[in-house]
T-cell receptor, first 115, second 116 residues
């Protein structure tokens, strides 16, 4: 029973480098969500995507961050020119349908450390 | 904007003690409510959820939560905790209006430590 997969689990980058985080949703799920958890805080919504579409990116920082969910392959969260403040755990979740309040299933997260 | 407040940052209990974790939310409309748990080294798992109907919701592993609309609360309870319940617990809310139907808003989490 393959759940939501995320890789890498840990990622270390130096300031100014790019970070690419990958998320493969559960089989049959076409909705993907990205959340960020800063130290000592709860998860904060970043972006919601369906295949080839960004539905809601109200939680995404305006610069350096982008997300995609192509027709084939995993969803990618991309952070350009990383800064120390980007150090956090990034969680991906997926859900199967568009019903209101459909349960979101979470992956193990990617811990990003910016040196 | 919706928000979720979890009152206790860290709770320490002995085995067999009763547990109640507080959760209050702020949102001007109908909501769906969730409790997630994160065991050490593992990913977030759904404990229970409330969409409608009976405000007392039963979840996995003996957990339950009660939705009290007048108090904007959704407290998590368990009559007798076990050492294996040691984990971080997150309350989350999802508004049902079209603009926020998808995103979960999480509380800051409560770390529960159960002493054997």
């Amino acid at each position: 029973n393959a759940g939501v997969m995320q890789n890498p689990r840990h990622l270390v980058r130096r300031r100014g480098q790019e970070a690419r985080l990958r998320c493969s949703p559960m089989k049959g799920h076409s909705h993907v969500y990205w959340y960020r958890q800063l130290p000592e805080e709860g998860l904060k919504f970043m972006v919601y995507l369906q295949k080839e579409n960004i539905i809601d990116e109200s939680g995404m920082p305006k610069e350096r961050f982008s997300a995609e969910f192509p027709k084939e392959g995993p969803s990618i969260l991309r952070i350009q020119q990383v800064v120390r403040g980007d150090s956090a755990a990034y969680f991906c979740a997926s859900s199967p349908r568009q019903r209101q309040g459909e349960t979101q299933y979470f992956g193990p997260g990617t811990r990003l450390l910016v040196l | 904007a919706q928000s979720v407040s979890q009152h206790n940052h860290h709770v320490i209990l002995s085995e067999a003690a009763s547990l109640e974790l507080g959760c209050n939310y702020s949102y001007g409309g109908t909501v769906n409510l969730f409790w997630y748990v994160q065991y050490p080294g593992q990913h977030l798992q759904l404990l229970l959820k409330y969409f409608s109907g009976d405000p007392l919701v039963k979840g996995i592993k003996g957990f339950e939560a009660e939705f009290i609309k007048s108090k904007f609360s959704f407290n998590l309870r368990k009559p007798s905790v076990q050492w294996s319940d040691t984990a971080e617990y997150f309350c989350a809310v999802c508004g049902r209006s079209s603009g926020s139907a998808r995103q979960l808003t999480f509380g800051s989490g409560t770390q529960l430590t159960v002493l054997p």
